[in-house]
């Protein structure tokens, strides 16, 4: 058999209406409508013998006195489906594609869009049995083997391996979400685990909680870890600790961390630390002999400078007297204007667990060393993996949208500044994003800046060969220009009416009832929705050989067998005085 054929015994029901995306059918067989499911796929007979529309049934409704609530349904339809299918067994049905036996050349062919609609009275058909392995086959064998991201199996037909792709998957964003314990982690160790079967794959894990840490552990380790230094790894030389020196920080994010916007000499405050700034990293360039950078650098650009040097000056300024009348001694321009400015920028240096910050490893200090940072995060090494995780679990939560935001800002530079024909793609991970990319208006000035930064890779990323994967259990707290930017979505359970209705407004109309699926897939299972999968599907996502250590706890049975550890609490309080776990 190589194509779609439908028996006396395979039909459903025929179509009583048509309503653009939307049709009703009515179940002739009473035995039948038990044997239909929701989220099951059905062809629909058209006016043309060898194409079929293919749906996606959303509901399954035995009773025809509590009659389906049709959501743009005219009430005159309501009443006259009553008073017609009073006793009749319908399914609504959602029309997502048209499979055609021939078309032109090609043979056996799946698309999306309806070129024609159905008619009332046409048949509808349960795809079951061989045909239905023959249309998974299909899906399946839409994207050629070299694009082939394998995820796990479809859930309406164990036997077909469920298959994205894995270009389109990365190059217009993509977005994984859904309630916590759902399978996100596990999802994303997944796609690592995919990817790091590739030659040169390049993906940066921003990992909140630290539990991808297992995935570099072991012999079969397929990422490196990173860790972004903690109070106790200040001096330290290994390269996994990754700083971000305060010389990286552009003026506004410097600003956003440190300026007190409600104090009255704030723009004071701006202008001298612009200026000491700017002045500091331009000794820095005459040093260096820089000459080229230094025609034409700015504020911004990141050039190392010292900051003693800077608190030196600030306070030159702030107790520096004027010069009056007769040389008297005045009141000075800025006397007594930084002060406060100053102890905040000192209380945030003395700050331990701002050391990757403002106490950063004093290589961090070196001109070239940016450079070996970036190829770090994105370049090339014989002894690498090209997929990186990126420890974040000990930064303060209040700095958190800065960190991401800087690693953001700088790995797009590099990327815009890049010899076109040199650049090549990266993926960056963002596991709980909702913690750094939050919704415009609920967004503090810190976070304003990450998200600045992230909105632009989302905005304009795919040109650079950016692609930005938003991993979060509370969409609806997260920034909606990032996620509209999203070009596929792998949502997993998720029973939250807001977060529900985020994700219903970014998927187009024909899908969006698929979303009534939610609440009831179980862990581990996904809706794949987007252009990188040519069928809206559930899906059985597979387990991930090395597992996120994100592992569910086992109340009631640790309850029975595990004793709390006393000696375990007494370091964690050690751990807490001095910010670090190691
Ligand atoms: N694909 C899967 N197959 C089977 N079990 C899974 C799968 N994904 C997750 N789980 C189970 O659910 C638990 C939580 O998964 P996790 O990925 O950490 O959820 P999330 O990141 O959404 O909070 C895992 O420890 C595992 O026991
Ligand atoms: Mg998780």
């Not at 982690?185 to 794959?201: F, R, T």
């Not at 702030?318 to 010069?323: A, L």
Request: glycine share 4%; charged share 30%; aromatic share 8%.
């Amino acid at each position: 058999m190589d194509k779609l054929m439908f028996q006396e015994n395979d039909t459903i029901g025929s179509v009583i209406y048509v309503d653009t995306n939307q049709v009703l059918i009515e179940v002739e067989d009473n035995e039948k409508i038990s044997l239909l499911n929701v989220g099951s796929i059905v062809a629909i007979q058209t006016t043309r013998s060898f194409e079929f529309t293919i749906g996606i049934i959303d509901k399954v409704r035995r009773k025809a006195n509590e009659l389906m609530e049709l959501e743009d349904l005219t009430d005159e339809y309501n009443e006259s489906l009553e008073e017609a299918y009073i006793s009749s067994d319908v399914i609504q049905v959602s029309l997502i594609g048209t499979y055609k036996t021939v078309d032109g050349d090609t043979k056996n062919c799946f698309k999306r869009g309806i070129d024609t609609f159905p008619q009332i009275t046409h048949h509808c058909y349960s795809i079951n049995g061989n045909n239905l392995k023959l249309f998974m086959n299909i899906i399946s064998d839409d994207v050629s083997l070299e694009k082939q991201l394998v995820i796990g199996k479809f859930a309406i037909d164990d036997n077909a391996t469920a298959i994205l792709d894995g270009d389109k998957f990365f190059q217009r964003h993509a977005s994984i979400l859904g309630s916590t314990g759902s399978g996100k982690s596990w999802c994303v160790a997944n796609l690592i685990e995919e990817a790091s079967k590739l030659n040169n794959p390049n993906i940066i894990v921003l990992d909140m909680h630290g539990e991808y840490k297992s995935l570099c552990d072991t012999d079969k380790k397929y990422a490196d870890y990173y860790k972004i230094a903690g109070p106790e790894d200040l001096e330290n030389d290994d390269e996994k600790y990754v700083f971000l020196p305060y010389w990286l920080l552009n003026r506004d994010e410097m600003l956003s961390m440190i300026l007190d916007r409600s104090d009255n000499n704030a723009p004071n405050q701006a202008s001298r630390f612009t200026f000491h700034v700017r002045e500091l990293k331009e000794e820095t360039l005459r040093e260096l002999g820089k000459s080229k950078v230094l025609s034409t650098f700015t504020v911004d650009s990141p050039i190392p400078f010292n900051m003693e040097a800077l608190i030196t000056r600030l306070k030159e300024d702030d107790t520096k007297k004027g010069i009056g009348a007769n040389n008297k001694p005045v009141k000075g321009e800025w006397e007594g204007k930084l002060t406060r400015f100053i102890s905040r920028l000192e209380t945030k240096i003395m700050d331990k667990r701002y050391g990757f910050l403002f106490q950063p490893n004093i290589n961090t200090l070196n001109y070239d060393w940016l450079s070996k940072l970036l190829c770090k995060m994105i370049g090339a090494d014989y002894e690498r993996k090209g997929i990186k995780i990126i420890d974040f679990s000990e930064v303060p939560s209040d700095v958190l949208p800065i960190v991401t935001g800087i690693i953001s800002r700088l790995l797009f530079d590099v990327q815009i500044w890049m010899d076109e024909e040199k650049r090549t793609p990266f993926a960056i991970l963002c596991d709980e994003a909702h913690l750094y990319l939050p919704i415009q208006e609920d967004a503090d000035s810190v976070q304003k800046q990450a998200l600045g930064n992230f909105e632009r890779i989302a905005k304009e990323g795919r040109k650079y060969g950016i692609s930005l994967v938003v991993i979060s259990q509370r969409p609806s707290d997260v920034s909606k220009t990032i996620l509209s930017q999203c070009n596929n979505f792998l949502v997993l359970r998720l029973s939250n009416d807001r977060d529900k209705s985020v994700i219903r407004n970014l998927l187009p109309d024909a899908l969006k009832s698929i979303l009534d699926q939610l609440p009831l897939l179980d862990v581990g299972e996904a809706i794949a929705v987007g252009d990188a999968i040519l069928l809206p599907s559930r899906i059985r996502l597979k387990t991930p050989q090395l597992k996120p250590m994100s592992a569910t706890k086992n109340f009631w049975i640790e309850w029975e067998n595990t004793k709390a550890d006393n000696a375990a609490i007494i370091e964690a309080i050690e751990n807490m005085r001095c910010q670090t776990k190691e």
